[in-house]
């Protein structure tokens, strides 16, 4: 094992372009699908309702299967486990297109959920890998890599929607490119296996479950920002469809512009400042759009939101990824079931709530779970 790391450091340059990719292509992959979410309501023949639970079926297989990912990832190494799955999403994402009805799109949508998820954990283990390897700080700028590509991905999917091509045909182009990377990955990503953590799974215990209630929060206010800052807009402001959606493209643009500096970032001020003090603007840009009245200023409000979130998930995932005695993979897993557990229960929670009082009212649970995430934030990891 000595002599491993000193071989691995020239190729340090290819391995962190190689998870960078990794990341690419499960935005875009992402953003594929989530763009042609219409053609497939409608190819199925499915109502709100129903196509609501089939979406569900997705976020389920992520959040139940990311601890037995880990412990994929660790067992077998995460430059096996990423590429593996990479073609696995490339795989559903044809099943999802030939989809007919509810059972079908939900069956497709569970498997390709826990691809995905099982992906993420992966890739994240084997970015901090390759921090460990000598690359330095880059989760920040993977992440932002994630967004590029479900950016990238979503525009390419609607030019080719608005020239009135299938599904099926459009996602078997993608599928297959999806795929060629996934097979190029198997030899470009860093080897990072570790054995002897590899045979058992692990739940969060001690300081995992710390990071994984502030992922928690962090991942509650993004899902939340994304879902809902639009619907704020129109319903509180009467805002046009297109000025609302102004608010979901600030927020996303903003975030993945800050995660290209949050490495930069996170030497300058820490790990601790930066997430605290992240939460904070988030909290401030929350705040701002909710006192106000006026669209624009709403906007600029969200805008901030995703400026202080960018570096939260990233930071948590590294911290997760660096535990003592716990292989990157399983620690990640630990925490991003917790955290995407948050991301999936927020936005239907936030819908409730304000079913009941308002949705402004609703959305003053996400400045609470900022208010954690700045206090718990500078605690949790200014131990590290």
């Not at 979406?55 to 992520?62: E, H, K, M, R, V």
């Not at 692990?202 to 479950?209: A, M, Q």
């Not at 969200?302 to 911290?319: D, E, H, I, N, S």
């Not at 718990?376 to 990891?381: D, E, N, Y």
Request: glycine fraction near 14%; charge should be positive.
């Amino acid at each position: 094992m000595t002599t491993a790391l000193p071989a691995a450091r020239p190729n340090l340059r290819i391995h962190a372009a190689a998870v960078a990719a990794a990341f690419m292509i499960n935005g875009a992959s992402f953003g594929t699908w989530a763009a042609r979410i219409p053609a497939v309501k409608a190819q199925t023949g499915l109502d709100a309702a129903g196509l609501g639970f089939a979406l569900l079926g997705a976020s389920l297989g992520a959040v139940l299967t990311m601890t037995f990912g880990g412990w994929l990832g660790s067992k077998f190494g995460t430059h096996v486990m990423t590429p593996l799955t990479t073609v696995g999403c490339a795989v559903m994402m044809v099943f999802i297109g030939a989809s007919f009805n509810f059972a079908s799109l939900t069956v497709s949508l569970l498997i390709f959920g826990v691809s995905q998820g099982t992906m993420d954990v992966s890739m994240n283990a084997n970015g901090i890998a390759v921090e460990h390897a000598g690359a330095g700080p880059i989760m920040s700028r993977l992440h932002a890599c994630w967004s590029i590509g479900a950016f990238v991905g979503a525009l390419a999917s609607t030019q080719v929607a608005a020239l009135g091509i299938p599904v099926l045909p459009e996602f078997a182009v993608a599928a297959t490119g999806f795929a060629i990377g996934g097979v190029i990955l198997r030899f470009a990503m860093l080897p990072d296996k570790h054995s002897e953590g590899g045979g058992r799974l692990r739940l969060p215990t001690g300081p995992l479950v710390l990071l994984g209630a502030l992922a928690l929060c962090g991942l509650m206010a993004e899902g939340s920002a994304t879902d809902w800052s639009g619907v704020y807009l129109q319903s509180t402001m009467n805002a046009s469809q297109g000025v609302a959606g102004l608010a979901v493209t600030t927020f996303a643009g903003c975030m993945a512009i800050a995660r290209l500096a949050g490495d930069r970032l996170s030497l300058l001020l820490g790990s601790a400042r930066l997430v605290s003090a992240g939460a904070a603007l988030a909290a401030l840009g929350l705040g701002l759009a909710l006192a106000t009245q006026n669209p624009a200023v709403a906007i600029v409000g969200f805008g901030m939101m995703g400026l202080g979130l960018a570096a939260v998930v990233p930071t948590l995932f590294r911290a997760a990824g660096s535990q003592p005695g716990i292989p990157a993979s399983v620690g990640i897993a630990a925490v991003s079931t917790m955290g995407y557990a948050g991301g999936l229960v927020g936005p239907p929670l936030i819908g409730t709530v304000a079913a009941a009082v308002t949705l402004r009212g609703s959305l003053l649970i996400i400045l609470v779970m900022l208010a954690i995430l700045t206090i718990g934030g500078q605690r949790a990891l200014i131990r590290r």
